[in-house]
């Protein structure tokens, strides 16, 4: 075998190279609502479900003008993500970013995001919440 070949350890460094890079590459950009954006009274469970699996490294956009007075908030578990109890929340976008190309959340961490929106009664009566769990991508 000639010294300027590849070894079996450089040949699965460069497969795995190869390999984030077709990740990177698919990663999808996902319109939340699709061309409903992220409003009160759509049901975001419902367009969850039918729209998973979701995949890591994902781009969620979330799309909503200041005047619809809209936010997107990661709550921290399940029964704060149930009863719609923002005293742990984490804001991630504020009324005004929602404008414009939206706002964009990657999906780069291995866990359950709960996204909701902290304004008025919009997770509570208006169904502005959703449950996303990352798949790997192969
Ligand atoms: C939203 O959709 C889910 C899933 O289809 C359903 O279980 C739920 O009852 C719906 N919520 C409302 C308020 O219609
Ligand atoms: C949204 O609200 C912010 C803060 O009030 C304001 O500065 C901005 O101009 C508004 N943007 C639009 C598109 O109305």
Known sequence: MASSGFNAQQIILLLAVAASLLTVTRAAMVVVGDSGNWRYGYNYTEWAANTAPFYFQDTLVFKYDNATV????????????????????????????????????????????????????????GQMKMVVVPWPRF
């Open 70 to 125: 809209h936010s997107v908030y990661m709550m921290p578990n399940l029964r704060s993500y149930l009863q719609c109890d923002f005293s742990k929340a984490k804001l991630l976008a504020d009324p005004t970013q929602g404008g414009g190309d939206g706002f964009r959340f990657v999906l780069n961490q291995w866990r359950v995001f709960y996204f909701a929106s902290g304004e008025g009664n919009d997770c509570k009566d």
